[in-house]
């Protein structure tokens, strides 16, 4: 399963990328704003910025909602970078658009997605990537781990080539269930990726062993 880091923050996708098991990244319109990034010129450096610290795929939502718009934006972001993913949301002209990129040669993530039935338009499409979102269905009182689960047996089943890349991660073990669910992706913020690295049996078995090895060493001083 690739790991993406879902933030448009250059310290945290550096951190990840440090820690050497980042895959890509992905962004959309809400992080982009959280990181003060405002008008096109600005937001096109800072995917490009993006895509020279990692070597990996960059989604990069349009923000256009009609099919004509949604190729042109797209094309401008494609542009940017050959690493540029064009992220797409779920909707009629979404789809329409979906279908002329892939004919294109234009790499896709299709966002927004909520359902199976979604998720086999996506892949119909012929979208690289699905994004269901499953902490937001966690929210709104159904299971986004099932969600992962019955797109990953569809897509087996129809042989649909589009990766699942599920998103809207919350919690370390949202990451676990969806490696379990067959997810081939996940995007998350830097806190469920470093969340992944504790366990408080850890923590008191290293220092039992340092402890034991400082003792070692002062007797092995003593001895001689
Ligand atoms: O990739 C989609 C993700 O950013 C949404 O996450 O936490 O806003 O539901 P969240």
Same mark, same amino acid.
């Given at each position: ?190 806190? $469920? ?6 366990? $408080? ?24």
């Amino acid at each position: 399963m690739k790991f993406f880091i879902d933030t448009a923050n250059l310290a945290q996708i550096k951190e990840a990328h440090d820690l050497g098991i980042l895959d890509g990244v992905t962004t959309n319109p809400s992080l982009m704003a959280k990181e003060g990034i405002k008008g096109e010129d600005a937001v096109m450096q800072h995917y490009l910025t993006i895509c020279e610290l990692v070597d990996g795929d960059v989604s990069a939502e349009v923000l256009s909602t009609s099919v004509d718009e949604i190729i042109e934006e797209g094309k401008k972001l494609a542009a940017i970078h050959p690493n540029i993913v064009v992220k797409v949301p779920m909707i009629k002209d979404g789809v329409k658009a979906l279908k002329w990129f892939s004919d294109n040669g234009i790499k896709t993530n299709c966002t927004l997605v909520f359902s199976a039935g979604q998720a086999i338009l996506a892949a119909k499409a012929g979208a690289n990537y699905v994004s269901p979102f499953i902490g937001r269905i966690d929210d709104s009182n159904w299971d986004g781990v099932e969600l992962i689960k019955q797109i990953a047996q569809i897509y087996k089943i129809q042989g649909y080539k589009t990766e699942i890349l599920s998103a809207s991660i919350r919690s370390p073990l949202h990451i676990v269930k969806c490696a379990e669910a067959g997810s081939d992706v996940i995007t998350s913020p830097l806190e $469920p990726i470093l969340g992944l690295l504790k366990h $408080p049996l850890t923590d008191l078995g290293l220092a039992k062993f340092l402890e034991d090895a400082k003792k070692m060493r002062t007797e092995l001083a003593t001895a001689k």
